[in-house]
């Protein structure tokens, strides 16, 4: 089956550790992204990447880094800098990142920090 | 620099009763998508608008892009509660794509 799995669904970590969330997609998709979703909240994004080997910051990146070293894969890893890290994550890919293709999206994993 | 505001943030509405939420920007889009997430769910793609005026249905769902292509509108008919969870439109922002605030929409029987 086509499609874009994240893992795993809930994580939880210590306050102070570093975390990283996994996101593979094979559909062939050139475009990856990370959202944060807080409870009631809307979808922000942490980064984006565009092609492989290559990754933008999203408009709330502190915190957070990525790495897109493979097509298929662009893992989120949740920094012991990031302030307040217990949110549910979302990772998303389309074909192309020209905004005018569908994004499909994974599970989502819901970490919290204790 | 671009604003893109969704109205309203929650709607509750009587099974039956019409539903209609907005996404009104600041500056010229060129295209706007709509998303549907259902409670404890991931966002799945609706409908993309790309031409200006465009009108889109989908069964009780109609979906419209103003003429200046700065406005979108989803319009739900006759609710059932299978339209229960949050409503988004997503726009490309300078190269990021950005979600709008969302509606959440309940729906009681």
């Known amino acids: 089956d086509g499609g874009i799995t994240q893992s795993p669904k809930y994580l939880f970590r210590k306050e102070g550790q570093n975390v990283t969330l996994s996101c593979e997609q094979n559909?062939?998709?050139?475009?990856m992204y990370w959202y944060r979703q807080d409870p009631g909240q809307g979808l922000r994004l942490i980064y984006y990447?565009?092609?492989?080997?290559?990754?933008q910051k999203g408009d709330i990146a502190e915190g957070y880094s990525v790495s897109r070293e493979k097509k298929e894969s662009f893992p989120l890893t949740v920094t012991s800098a990031q302030k307040n890290p217990t949110a549910f994550y979302l990772c998303?890919?389309?074909?192309?990142?020209?905004?005018?293709?569908?994004?499909?999206f994974g599970q989502g994993t819901r970490l919290t920090v204790v | 620099g671009q604003q893109v505001m969704q109205i309203p943030q929650y709607q509750h509405v009587q099974e039956g009763e019409d539903f209609t939420t907005y996404c009104n920007s600041s500056t010229t889009l060129s295209n706007i998508q709509w998303y549907k997430q259902r409670p404890g769910g991931h966002p799945v793609f609706l409908i993309q608008?790309?031409?200006?005026?465009e009108v889109k249905k989908q069964k009780r769902l109609t979906f419209q892009f103003g003429e200046a292509k700065k406005n979108s509108s989803l319009h739900i008919t006759a609710t059932q509660t299978t339209d229960v969870g949050t409503y988004f439109c997503r726009y490309n922002q300078g190269g990021k794509l950005i979600f709008g605030q969302g509606t959440e929409l309940s729906v009681k029987p």
């Open positions: 559909l062939n998709h050139d475009a």
């Open positions: 990447s565009q092609i492989v080997n290559d990754f």
């Open positions: 608008l790309v031409k200006s005026g």
């Open positions: 998303a890919s389309s074909i192309t990142a020209t905004g005018n293709t569908e994004a499909f």
